[in-house]
């Protein structure tokens, strides 16, 4: 039986994180203020065909499939919240599951770096999806895992502060955001992430 990793329902997507998985993802884009899905599963070819359960029994649209060999990744979206709800739905009784049977996240890292150097912001401008940090920020980077809760948190952050996002990678081992902004924006920011992390109930991993 597949394993439910991570399971987040996003209510409104903001500015930067929707134009972020619409440059990056290789599906369909979404706009602000659409709701989202993130379902990630193990192994990782299952979500091939969670993802036509969703698709055909509801009309959400997705914007990204990652397809790992130990994990697999999917995002939905929609204006309708109740039709993303549905979705969510359909994959969890195909699974058998229900979503208190998510893995609950954990913060692996968490850390600002104040009045980057510029030589230091090139450096993460050269592996970014999102917008640039520039010399004199703060740098924030998160890591959690499962790697999918990454998304909340980039969309949680942004919600709370005017940060800039700078990349965001909600698939793999772990999942890793970097966001740039003012000390007291990023300390804002990263304090809505975490708290939107430890409110997600689930069961506890190995």
């Known amino acids: 039986m597949a394993e439910l990793r991570t399971y987040c329902f996003l209510d409104i997507l903001q500015p930067q994180f929707a134009a972020f998985v619409a440059s990056t993802g ?63 739905r359909a994959i969890l009784e195909d699974m058998g599951l229900q979503e208190k049977d998510r893995l609950k996240p954990k913060v692996m890292t968490s850390q600002s770096i104040t009045n980057v150097s510029p030589y230091h912001a090139t450096l993460v401008n050269r592996n970014r999806g999102g917008s640039m940090l520039l010399g004199g920020q703060t740098l924030y980077i998160l890591e959690c895992h499962p790697a999918g809760y990454a998304a909340l948190a980039a969309n949680e952050a942004e919600k709370a502060s005017p940060i800039t996002l700078i990349e965001l990678r909600p698939y793999g081992a772990f999942g890793r955001l970097w966001l740039g902004g003012t000390e007291a924006h990023i300390a804002e920011a990263s304090k809505a992430a975490i708290a939107a992390l430890e409110a997600v109930d689930g069961r506890v991993g190995k």
């Open 26 to 88: 290789r599906g369909f884009l979404p706009v602000e203020r659409q709701a989202a899905l993130y379902v990630e599963v193990a192994p990782g070819i299952e979500i091939n065909r969670l993802t036509d359960v969703a698709l055909k029994k509801t009309g959400v649209q997705p914007a990204v499939q990652v397809v790992e060999r130990a994990f697999g990744l999917l995002e939905v979206h929609s204006f309708d919240q109740g039709e993303v709800r549905e979705a969510g």
